[in-house]
């Protein structure tokens, strides 16, 4: 039998997550999703408020540009989100939760690189510019087609226009010279995938303060959007152990051992087994 979900995570965030999934590439479900992931910890929030406020940005830089012309409109959105609004990423406080929740970015103009990304792509989106996420390790862009050819903007250097050599060279500078490199990195990050990397943040974030409650949620939210990752049943069942909850734990983890009989770690599974139902 599949354990009832969610245990640990809101019930609205749940939801609004689960009701993406049809339609997962579709803007509005990427701004949904966030909002959705956001709703774990912030309660009362409003998708539609959350999608006024980027139309509102959206329609304030569309009114300074006459016409379709892609750089008065890229110069004009950089103007209004990092000069005017002072977008900028945080980096007094960089692990706060906070940083990954869409809602709470717009609310206090700081945040993480993916998140600061996600405020300018819907925005960029609505004012007629084509963009997409890129979602290099370490480090989150935005790729924008200005005049027919690309360019990246770091949200969280203020807007810094960067090359790709750039932002290989930046990738040196966190993880370095050996760092694998290949154009590859700079393919538009999906809808799945960029939901999928606020997630992760947040697992990191959780995990290291031991907010383990937390981490079963995110890992809630995860499963919705990889179904088909057994090793998410493995990695709930051991958190959720970790919180007490031997019932839903055990049924986890006797799950995932159930389609992966073969993992290198079934012997300390089934030991944790025997004492949750002990």
């Not at 929030?45 to 892609?70: F, H, K, M, N, W």
């Not at 692990?95 to 300018?120: D, E, R, W």
């Not at 370490?138 to 200005?146: A, I, M």
Request: with cysteine; hydrophobic share 40%.
């Amino acid at each position: 039998m599949t354990p009832h979900l969610p245990l640990c995570c809101a019930s609205r965030s749940f939801r609004l997550l689960s009701k993406q999934l049809p339609h997962i590439n579709s803007p509005d479900a990427l701004l949904n999703g966030a909002v959705a992931i956001s709703m774990h910890q912030m309660e009362d929030l409003d998708c539609a408020q959350v999608d006024a406020t980027i139309q509102e940005y959206a329609d304030a830089v569309r009114s300074r540009v006459r016409g379709e012309q892609p750089q008065a409109l890229l110069a004009h959105l950089h103007e209004y989100l990092f000069e005017e609004l002072n977008f900028q990423g945080n980096t007094e406080d960089y692990y706060a939760p906070s940083n990954s929740y869409l809602p709470a970015v717009i609310q206090s103009k700081k945040g993480l690189p993916i998140t600061l990304s996600l405020v300018y792509k819907l925005v960029a989106e609505r004012v007629g510019l084509r963009s997409w996420g890129v979602g290099l390790p370490g480090h989150f862009l935005v790729g924008v087609e200005c005049g027919g050819s690309p360019v990246l903007v770091d949200a969280f250097a203020g807007g810094r226009i960067l090359t790709a050599e750039e932002a290989h060279e930046r990738m040196m500078e966190m993880f370095g010279p050996e760092v694998e490199w290949s154009e590859e990195l700079l393919r538009p990050a999906s809808n799945r995938h960029w939901l999928t990397r606020i997630l992760q943040n947040l697992l990191n974030v959780f995990g290291a303060t031991g907010h383990y409650s937390d981490v079963a949620a995110v890992l809630e939210l995860e499963m919705l959007l990889w179904p088909e990752q057994n090793h998410l049943q493995r990695d709930l069942g051991l958190v959720l152990a970790r919180c007490g909850l031997s019932q839903p734990a055990s049924a986890w983890l006797d799950r995932y051992l159930k389609s992966n009989p073969d993992d290198p770690q079934k012997k300390q599974i089934r030991e944790l087994l025997q004492v949750l139902t002990a």
